[in-house]
């Protein structure tokens, strides 16, 4: 008996379940096709607004002879990155994938008529194939993307950068043994819009602690394509300790409308400098014994700087001990303890956006042994991210998924059940009648059917 005979057999088999009222229940997986990823139809409609998939598309150069060639680039990603999307991560997803309707859809293919998706080895080989000066243009590509999806000039962006760890498990190129996380990594570093929460891009590195210099080096060449297109926005870049350097100072002090505001790293001069703030708060403490928070700011340079900076220091002092936090900025027009909590803090937000992106859309399967294909694959869930957040902020703007996590718009929203029929004129999809987000949904596909008129 053939493979294929038995994988049949085994589709063709009855399972009993539990009877209701004396009757048995069989079961079989037998029914028509029916796809579990209704609403990624949703997101094909805001890529079709946008086109990011597109532009990524035309920064990859086809090599392959056109004779032998089954799926083209854009159908390639197309399934890759809306596979993603719907919480499907790994390439061998292709596999068991590659005839869904709702996917071939997204694909721009015939449901029926035209051929299947690309299996998991299509899609390593295409993951193998792109070469670091592709890599550079999509790179690029992401923040032309960020750029476009603003109707006007921004008074004020802020640029918000981290990095996080990506085990590694395997034997991948590059990664390095890290300290901190007692694990072989990548530290891929994540920037964002920190006031929309917009993704600007996102770049492998390995994994050792990406250095001040080098990620500034990034930061400028990012700025200097904003400041093309938007030449009086404000622009603050923010980060914790390890992303300050003088390099960043001077960079303020010379160009118009650049801003920062980042941690810092304590030192015995700093220590000195804050002493006073310390011992006082420390003093209310112990003689009310309830927790005590000061704010205080100076002037600082150490000697490899080329400019004095303003440093705040914020001391809290509780029961579990005194704890004391230096960050440095160039703003000189706010309070002490604005700038720190209203400013500084609020790069919290960032960890939550990094947390969508590597937990519930699972950019942490860098498992390639190639650096290149690893970096490929982090873009294409990049693309992912762009597509999840124009849904939850524009499409779903005014419902209670506006400020949902990215997991439950997968579950809430995309997992939906479609039942796919390709007439000789139309393609029908029919949706369940008693869904339970049908008006939200509708609402949403006349977004779109209103845009196109």
């Known amino acids: ?4 005979t038995l ?20 079961l079989q997986y037998s029914g028509e096709k029916v796809s579990t990823d209704g609403g990624l139809l949703i997101l094909k409609e805001i890529d079709n607004q946008i086109n990011i998939i597109k532009e990524f598309t035309n920064c990859i150069n086809d090599k392959r002879d056109s004779r032998y060639i089954g799926h083209s680039i854009q159908e390639i990603l197309s399934q890759r990155i809306f ?7 790994d390439a061998l997803d292709c596999n068991t994938l590659k005839e869904d309707a709702i996917l071939k859809l997204c694909s721009n293919k015939l449901p029926e008529n035209d051929g299947n998706l690309g299996s998991q080895s299509t899609m390593s080989r295409f993951e193998n194939s792109v070469q670091r000066s592709e890599l550079y243009n999509i790179a690029k590509m992401f923040v032309t993307q960020f750029i476009k ?3 006007e000039e921004p008074q004020v962006i802020i640029l918000d950068a981290d990095d996080t760890n990506h085990n590694a498990y395997g034997n991948q190129l590059q990664i390095e043994f890290n300290n901190y996380y007692g694990e072989y990594v990548f530290m891929p570093l994540h920037i964002y819009e920190g006031l929309s929460g917009k993704l600007i891009t996102t770049i492998l590195k390995p994994g050792r602690r990406s250095k001040s210099v080098n990620v500034f080096a990034i930061l400028k060449r990012i700025i200097e394509m904003l400041r093309k297109a938007w030449p009086n926005t404000k622009i603050i870049l923010r980060g914790d300790s390890h992303f300050h350097c003088p390099e960043l100072t001077s ?9 920062f505001i980042t941690g810092l790293t304590g030192n015995n001069r700093l220590k000195e400098l804050s002493q006073i703030t310390v011992d006082s708060a420390e003093r209310e403490y112990n003689q009310y014994k309830k927790p005590v928070k000061r704010y205080h700011t100076f002037s600082y340079k150490a000697e490899s700087w080329e400019y004095e900076e303003r440093v705040i220091v914020k001391v809290e002092v509780n029961e579990k001990g005194t ?6 900025t160039d703003n000189l027009d706010y309070r002490t303890r604005s700038i720190y909590e209203m400013g500084y803090c609020q790069r919290g937000a960032m960890e939550l956006r990094i947390k969508e992106h590597k937990t519930y859309l699972k950019s942490d399967r860098t498992s390639c042994h190639k650096f290149e294909a690893n970096q490929l694959r982090l873009f294409m869930h990049s693309v992912a991210y762009v597509l999840m957040h124009t849904m939850q902020k524009e499409v779903l703007k005014g419902t209670e998924f506006v400020n949902s996590t990215m997991k439950t718009l997968q579950l809430k929203v995309l997992k939906t059940a479609a039942k796919v029929k390709e007439l000789k004129t139309k393609i029908k999809i029919e949706f369940p009648r008693t869904f339970a987000l049908r008006d939200i949904q509708t609402t949403a596909f006349k977004i ?3 845009v196109r008129c």
């Open 1 to 4: 008996m053939s493979k294929d």
């Open 7 to 26: 994988k049949e057999n085994a589709k063709q088999e009855t399972l009993e379940l539990f009877p209701v009222k004396g009757k048995a229940i069989e």
């Open 83 to 89: 596979q993603i999307a719907a919480g499907y991560e």
């Open 149 to 151: 999806s603003y109707t």
């Open 251 to 259: 960079y303020s002090k010379k160009n118009d409308n650049i801003s």
């Open 323 to 328: 704890n004391v936090r230096y960050i440095a």
């Open 448 to 450: 779109f059917e209103t």
